[in-house]
């Protein structure tokens, strides 16, 4: 069976330093991995994401993320983070039968 | 503008009623889905429709129904048998998985329902 973990419920940077959210996953076969994103009281909006193609996967707004099959791990980074980058991040495994199972969350928060 | 829209946007029932949320999308996909978003958890899926006039059950869909009558539309109605109704809702869509396609899933901005 997939599953996903997010090692951190919450993340504190200071805006302008680097940002990493963390996410290890589990699955029998090659998965299928995304982010999204959610501002407060709205909808997800896609991140990135990773399809057995490029293991350092480009995605919007400055975010990338790593597929390291070694380390089961999918870890979400940004160079240096702005106060608009404040949000809900969820890390998200595709199952084999096309479901989308979410982890828990991490919420990040930027100070000045 | 494509896109999927959710309304209302926050929604108050009475114990006892049904409520009907509204999803609709103009992406063309086949398929749609419907998510419960608790705080501080990740979301759950309650029904989802690859095709025009059939639905399957999700992990939560106890005190829910759907419909997909249309292929841009999938409302859910949250009867007065689901114990915990409130919480923020949310409707995706996506190409049909499976198909070679990217399937990747788009959401809609949400409603939040709150039971008084």
């Known amino acids: 069976a997939q599953s996903v973990t997010q090692l951190d419920s919450h993340v504190s940077v200071s805006e302008g330093t680097p940002v990493l959210l963390r996410c290890n996953y589990s699955?029998?076969?090659?998965?299928?991995l995304f982010w999204y994103v959610q501002h407060p009281n709205k909808g997800l909006q896609l991140l990135l994401k990773?399809?057995?193609?490029?293991?350092l996967v480009k995605g919007i707004n400055g975010f990338e993320a790593e597929f390291k099959k070694s380390e089961t791990s999918f870890h979400l980074t940004k160079p240096s983070a702005h106060m608009s980058d404040a949000a809900e991040y969820f890390c998200?495994?595709?199952?084999?039968?096309?479901?989308?199972?979410f982890g828990q969350g991490t919420t990040l928060q930027v100070k000045p | 503008d494509g896109g999927i829209t959710q309304s209302p946007k926050y929604l108050f029932r009475k114990e006892g009623q049904n409520v009907t949320l509204s999803c609709e999308q103009n992406l063309n996909h086949d398929a749609m889905y419907w998510y419960r978003q608790d705080p501080g958890q990740g979301l759950r899926l309650i029904y989802y429709s690859q095709i025009v006039n059939d639905f399957q059950k999700g992990d939560i869909a106890e005190g829910y129904s759907v419909s997909r009558e249309k292929k841009e539309s999938f409302p859910l109605t949250v009867t007065s048998a689901q114990k915990n109704p409130t919480a923020f809702y949310l409707c995706a869509s996506s190409i049909v998985p499976g198909q070679g396609y990217t399937d990747t899933q788009y959401f809609g901005p949400g409603t939040r329902l709150t039971v008084l």
């Open positions: 990773y399809t057995s193609a490029a293991t």
């Open positions: 699955s029998s076969y090659s998965p299928s």
């Open positions: 998200v495994v595709k199952s084999n039968t096309g479901k989308l199972i």
